[in-house]
T-cell receptor, first 111, second 112 residues
Framework: KQEVTQIPAALSVPEGENLVLNCSFTDSAIYNLQWFRQDPGKGLTSLLLIQSSQREQTSGRLNASLDKSSGRSTLYIAASQPGDSATYLCAPTYGNNRLAFGKGNQVVVIP | DAGVTQSPTHLIKTRGQQVTLRCSPKSGHDTVSWYQQALGQGPQFIFQYYEEEERQRGNFPDRFSGHQFPNYSSELNVNALLLGDSALYLC???????????FGSGTRLTVV
């Protein structure tokens, strides 16, 4: 079974601190992995996509790493801002072309 | 360029009723996937449509059915609604051979 675990489930940090969100997946036979952001009651916004052959991907203050062999990915958000408050979802894509999701990391950035 | 469009945004139904949700994929995308997200949970895969055929299906009962039209838009139908069907239903589109998915804003279904 393709299970995804995200730790911590929830965290609160003061504005300006760096965020580290962890994702682990049981089946390492992934094609790629996407990180999404979800605001309460809203849809998913794609943040970063890492191909299985890549080690990391960067976009602005966001950096995602991937260790496929150990089944882990980490999302780093530098210099957090109140607008970063949201739930972050990690989703590996498998050969059956479907995404597997964890429950997410719920982030609150305190001004 | 419009992204993925879902309608309606919210609806309330009574147990036992039937509901149809709609999705228009992002321009240029030909594959549509549907996900169910219960409160506090991650999205769960329902099924995926490509070339008007259901290509694969998650662990959902036959009460959940779908359709894809020639213009790639899609519908999700749920029959005999249960209270447990209350969730946010998300549609995601992609283009065959190109990685990455684009999600819509979802339809919030409440069954009372």
């Amino acid at each position: 079974k393709q299970e995804v675990t995200q730790i911590p489930a929830a965290l609160s940090v003061p504005e300006g601190e760096n965020l580290v969100l962890n994702c682990s997946f049981t089946d390492s036979a992934i094609y790629n992995l996407q990180w999404f952001r979800q605001d309460p009651g809203k849809g998913l916004t794609s943040l970063l996509l890492i191909q299985s052959s890549q080690r990391e991907q960067t976009s602005g203050r966001l950096n995602a790493s991937l260790d496929k062999s150990s089944g882990r990915s980490t999302l780093y958000i530098a210099a957090s801002q109140p607008g970063d408050s949201a739930t972050y979802l990690c989703a590996p894509t498998y050969g059956n072309n479907r995404l597997a999701f964890g429950k997410g990391n719920q982030v609150v950035v305190i001004p | 360029d419009a992204g993925v469009t879902q309608s309606p945004t919210h609806l309330i139904k009574t147990r036992g009723q039937q509901v149809t949700l709609r999705c228009s994929p992002k321009s240029g995308h030909d594959t549509v996937s549907w996900y169910q997200q219960a409160l506090g949970q991650g999205p769960q895969f329902i099924f995926q449509y490509y070339e008007e055929e259901e290509r694969q299906r998650g662990n959902f009962p036959d009460r959940f059915s779908g359709h894809q039209f020639p213009n790639y838009s899609s519908e999700l139908n749920v029959n005999a609604l249960l209270l447990g069907d209350s969730a946010l239903y998300l549609c995601a589109s992609s283009f065959t051979g190109v990685v990455g998915y684009t999600f819509g804003s979802g339809t919030r279904l409440t069954v009372v």
